[in-house]
């Protein structure tokens, strides 16, 4: 975590449990919301998406520090930084930032997501939150 410091992509935050727990509650509720087979596949992603990257800060703020969301690549950040907040696998790591990618092509492009991203990404988003 110190080399994200000094190069300025994450910065100290001092952990709050409430605000964890707020986190990782919306998490939750976004999950649901992921599993709602009446709306779009790309809303669900959105969700599941959504319910990774507050797991995900949840775990960074756990740690002390949070994303500078001033600077680009914050989503990144947060996903990169699971092996050392929660001792995530590089393997899934690589899964995670692929759902991230496939989120910025989606919200970028309008590319369509399908079932099977929806499904995928609201699979890993309840993984996360076991971890």
């Given at each position: 975590m110190q080399n994200l410091l000094t190069i300025g992509q994450i910065k100290e935050h001092p952990p709050d449990a409430g605000e964890i727990q707020q986190l990782l509650t919306a998490a939750q509720r976004n999950v649901r919301d992921a599993?709602?087979?009446?709306?779009?596949?790309?809303?669900?992603?959105?969700?599941?998406?959504?319910?990774?990257?507050?797991?995900?800060?949840?775990?960074?703020?756990?740690?002390?520090?949070?994303?500078d969301t001033n600077r680009p690549g914050h989503h990144m950040t947060v996903v990169q930084a699971l092996p050392l907040t929660i001792g995530l696998s590089a393997a899934r790591v690589t899964v995670l930032d692929a759902?991230?990618?496939?989120?910025?092509?989606?919200?970028?492009?309008?590319?369509?997501?399908?079932?099977?991203?929806?499904?995928?990404c609201a699979a890993e988003a309840e993984r996360l939150l076991e971890d």
């Open positions: 599993r709602v087979r009446e709306v779009t596949p790309e809303t669900r992603f959105d969700a599941a998406y959504r319910a990774i990257m507050q797991a995900a800060l949840a775990a960074m703020m756990a740690h002390g520090y949070r994303p759902l991230r990618r496939k989120r910025n092509v989606s919200d970028y492009t309008g590319q369509d997501v399908d079932d099977e991203s929806a499904e995928s």
